[in-house]
């Protein structure tokens, strides 16, 4: 286990937003005013600190995370943007919108931010504090609500920092957010546009610029995410195209191997090929790795992939939650 950070709160000055920056690029932890509520940040093309990020907010599994741009010419290096996309970005970006769309192959950020999906919430936040870190910073930053999970969106420093205090590094103080309440999803994807949260853009300006009645996802009973499943539009999780079997203790012939651990399973040398979550066992390295992973191995071609056994503390209660998902059965 590594220490705890020790959380240091620093009022927003330019010395502030070149520490964010300084802290993100060593992989750091950083909570920052967005307009809409605090957020927490990390570089999103750094996967280890990416899986700090889910560790610290004490999250049971790998929700997708947004995205933070400084301009539509960033975002475009990241996803595909259809008309309705165009229109909605040039017309409230900066701003509390997100937009959900088709993840470009040759995006920069990682996997386990997109929870292995091939779409990515992306959002250019209209805060001047948010605004001067991405620049400074100069890459995006993947940013969920600065909260431990299960708790509500926090509107000021001090909120940060009652849930996060010791889990994160720093906290740029820049006085409660103006609008209170997170962005609005949207996602544009096969050229139709479907509101997937409610939040600080209201619907009717969005669909004044659309010109036609937004669609809405309906979130289905029991979920505990807070944006809905689009039926043939949104994945809710990544599905490989090879079967899964998990909790293997032994390779049989012709399937691939997710190992964990230092100890290879039974049979091993069968395996057509073979990625190591962790050799270590470390459970932040297999979190940063899973998704890539998985990628890899499906598109090796393996029918099955064998996974063995993560244990369910820490971060592998939310790596066992996206394995289940992973190798659950469908049409
Ligand atoms: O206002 C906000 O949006 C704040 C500030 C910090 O920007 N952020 C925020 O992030 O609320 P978070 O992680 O608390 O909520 C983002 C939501 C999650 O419910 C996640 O499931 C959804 O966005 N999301 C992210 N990527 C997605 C994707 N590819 N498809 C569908 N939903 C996605
Ligand atoms: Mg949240």
Redesign the pocket.
Known sequence: MTAEPTTRVISANANAIAQAAHCLAAGGLVAFP?E????LGADATDATAIARLYAAKGRPAF????A?VADSTAARALAVFDAAAERLAAAFWPG?L?L?LRKRSDCPVAELA?AG?D???V?A?DHPIAREILRAFGKPIV???ANRSGHV?PTTAAHVLADLRGRIDLIVDGGPTPVGV??T?V?CLEGRALL??P??LPRADIERVLGSPLAVAPIPPGSE???PLAPGM?ASHYAPKARLRLDAANVQAGEALLAFGPMPPANAERATRVLNLSTGGDLVEAAANLFSHLRALDGAGAAVIAVMPVPHEGLGEAINDRLARAAAPRD
């Open positions: 967005t809409t509520v605090y957020g929700n997708p995370l947004i933070h509390p997100t959900v997109t999906l779409t990515i919430a959002r936040p940013a969920p609500s969106s997170e962005s999803i996602a997937l949260r939040g600080g995410a807070d944006v949104l």
